[in-house]
């Protein structure tokens, strides 16, 4: 491998912690801070349901998307949830997606229900022999096996083939060493660390002949639902990477140098899952705001039957399915039975009840209209752990 040191210098394996930046550590911090609070919010199975399906459908298209499949997400969307067979005609594209579906599925097996952290050669070769799976029976070589030939990276030579075991053996040991960024830092934090340079020396490496992308990014996400990071979190990494290519492609190869520094690819990294992360504590925040508004709406009306506090209980939770503030004209006619309920009454009986729910602070009168008061209800507590059974019974992919 002494050669390696001078053809491909940037192969290190070693990273100081002290010279990171301060902004990588802010975000790792900010990282760690909202797998905690998503990790421990609460969720109606409605709810757990509707994100189960649009999370996984995101990122599976995104990473299909950067290995060149073009699915739509309305698409995949239907045959993830449905396994339909009307695109019969294209089953060969659908076997890309069933593959790494499965792939996800055995991450999932083994950070989850084994709570394996740890990376292996054997698995990183698993996992692509599944992800090419019967996608293209004309291929020349062996699903999971090691190049036998010369790749590019960028613009720079990949390691001859002939290294590609033994270096994905030394990435490996580096990043199963208990010391591996000790110290303060914890194990979200590490895990993050940890899951960007296993995909950024997959990616420097190409140890495998085609799916070297789908293989890093799925041993990435195996290493951040090992370390805690919420695996509908998680699977989003490949919508960042698709969403900024060029920022993507930079970052691989910017640090492939003498002086290479990786500190940028892991910021990139970084951002890109915090970014995830807010935009799903953001949907968790709605979540458990309107189910505790529609909850406590019919707490203040329990044992009451009198005709104002039947239409008031309609109107509270009709008002909180609405996003944005609905006109005093049409809130008589959010739905069926609350048009029933106001037909034969006078616009001041609408306005007593609107008066009515606003005292009680279920609601609250803006320029632009009325609106439910859903900030003051937010809670976050634990989080179920079955969702992944869930998941897979639902996609009847079980193994």
Known sequence: MSSLETSHPWLKFSIDADRLPRELWVTLGECACLCRQISAAPLPPSAQREIRNLCPTRGIRASLAMAGNGFSEEELSLYLQER????????????????????????????????????????????NGVILHGVNPEHEFEEGAFRSRYVQVGN????????????????????????FISGNSSEVIRGIIRASLVHLYLSWIQPFYAGNGRTARIEEFFILVASGVPWLSAILMAEHYL???????????????????????????????????????????SIQAEAAHVAGSHGFFKDKRSGPDERRKRLAP?????????????????????????????????????????DLGLISKQDDGIIAKKDHVLSLSAFPEDFVAAWLKRLDLQT
Not at 333 to 355: C, G, H, N, V
């Open 243 to 285: 969403s900024s290519p060029t920022e993507y492609a930079e970052n691989i190869e910017a640090a492939m140098s003498p002086n290479g520094d990786v500190s940028p690819s892991l910021l990139y990294a970084a951002q890109g899952l915090r970014d995830k992360l807010e935009e799903q504590l953001g949907v968790v925040r």
């Open 156 to 179: 720079r030579e990949a390691p001859p083939s002939e290294a590609c075991e033994p270096l994905l053996g030394m990435v490996c040991e580096w990043l199963n060493d208990p010391a």
């Open 318 to 358: 009709a008002l909180a399915d609405e996003a944005e503030p609905v006109p005093l004209s049409a809130v008589a006619a959010l739905d069926p039975r609350l048009a029933a309920a106001y037909r034969e009454k006078s616009q001041k009986t609408l306005y007593r009840d609107i008066r009515a729910l606003t």
């Open 84 to 127: 339909s067979t009307a695109a019969a005609s294209a089953e060969a594209s659908f076997r890309e997606v069933d593959n790494l579906v499965m792939a996800i599925i055995a991450a999932l097996r083994a950070a989850i229900i084994r709570g394996a952290s740890r990376v292996a050669v054997t698995s990183m070769k698993a996992v």
